[in-house]
């Protein structure tokens, strides 16, 4: 069973590498802003002590946004697991005010499984956006710009929780 919640400290630098593997640096580009993951709350997903995947994510008012989400192996569930244990992290806190009652995440357009991922889950694709996007090294030394099309998903909160 796979066990989702904030990193332990011994975890952090795992959920980190998880993220790196996948993204080659800390700093993510999404909405038309930067974000550097190390600075952002995170869950981990766990199976047997073994750090599985990541979700690293903002709160805006009354969205929360995943800037990244990362899972190894793919198509097992991990991503899954992460969203809903995103899902029932931010209902923990719904006595909070703004009370969070929406998810989103914007995806590359020729990222077709992460399409398909956020479709088959019941995200709603509400907007298109064109930006430049830096694409960093992993030392950020040879940052180029390039254009980037992305696809805003958003899943509401109020309504349901989203399936594993």
């Known amino acids: 069973m796979i066990e989702v919640r904030p990193p332990r400290p011994r975890e952090a630098d795992a959920a980190l590498d998880l993220a790196l593997a996948h993204y080659g640096s800390p700093l ?90 956020c479709q088959a889950r019941g995200w709603r694709a509400v907007a298109r956006h064109i930006a430049d996007a830096k694409v960093h090294s992993g030392t950020g030394a040879g940052a180029k710009t390039r254009a980037h099309e992305e696809i805003e998903f958003a899943y509401d909160l109020a309504t349901a929780v989203p399936q594993p």
């Open 28 to 117: 993510i580009e999404t909405f038309g802003a930067s974000h550097d993951i190390r600075a952002l709350p995170c869950l981990i997903a766990v199976m047997r002590h073994t750090p599985l995947g990541a979700v690293y994510y903002t709160i805006e008012g009354d969205w929360a946004c995943i800037v990244a989400l990362t899972a190894t192996p793919k198509r097992r569930g991990t991503g899954s697991a992460l969203v809903l244990g995103l899902a029932r992290t931010l209902s923990r806190h719904a006595t909070s005010e703004p009370k969070i009652t929406r998810l989103r995440m914007a995806v590359a357009t020729d990222n077709e499984a992460a399409v398909g991922f």
